[in-house]
């Protein structure tokens, strides 16, 4: 056979294998989520009623507007956030990772999928020093309540 019947057989085939083989590329570049390396806690930080008071402090200083109940300052434009802001009373904080809580008030609406989502939480890096986080950190687990571990 002349190689030109050969190239019309592998040329459907090529762009079919080509086309795969960017699809698979594109499907797993999606599927993949964004590799976070949490920071550890310091030694102690849950439970810790200085930690806890620092973060109480902080938290109804820059946070409760829109994170607290009513009687903490939480504003009525808390309610239109879309998604909506959290109070950290639920029971999931009670175990939340003291790591992602730490990268969630460091980055704010720059981590995803919140960023996606479209969160107005500021990035708090700039403002706020690490053990003050951490402060916050433990706050937010301590509002929550106790674990069954603890």
Not at 20 to 37: K, P, Q, T
Not at 103 to 126: D, H, L, T
Not at 134 to 146: E, H, K, S
Request: glycine residues 10%; aromatic residues 8%; positive net charge.
């Amino acid at each position: 056979m002349p190689p030109v019947f050969y190239l019309e057989i592998l040329m459907p085939r090529t762009g079919n294998l080509i086309s795969l083989i960017f699809l698979l590329i594109l499907i797993s570049g999606c599927s993949r989520g964004e590799s976070i390396e949490l920071p550890l806690p310091p030694a102690g930080l849950i439970g810790d009623p200085e930690k806890i008071a620092l973060g109480k402090q902080l938290f109804l200083a820059h946070c409760a507007e829109c994170h607290g109940s009513l009687s903490e300052g939480r504003t009525q434009r808390a309610a239109r956030f879309k998604p909506g802001a959290p109070d950290f009373q639920e029971r999931r904080y009670q175990t939340a990772l003291p790591g992602y809580l730490y990268k969630r008030i460091e980055q704010g609406r720059n981590m995803e999928p919140f960023r996606s989502a479209g969160s107005v939480m500021p990035p708090w890096s700039a403002h706020l020093k690490k053990e003050q986080i951490w402060g916050l950190v433990a706050f937010i687990r301590d509002r929550a309540g106790p674990t069954s571990k603890e």
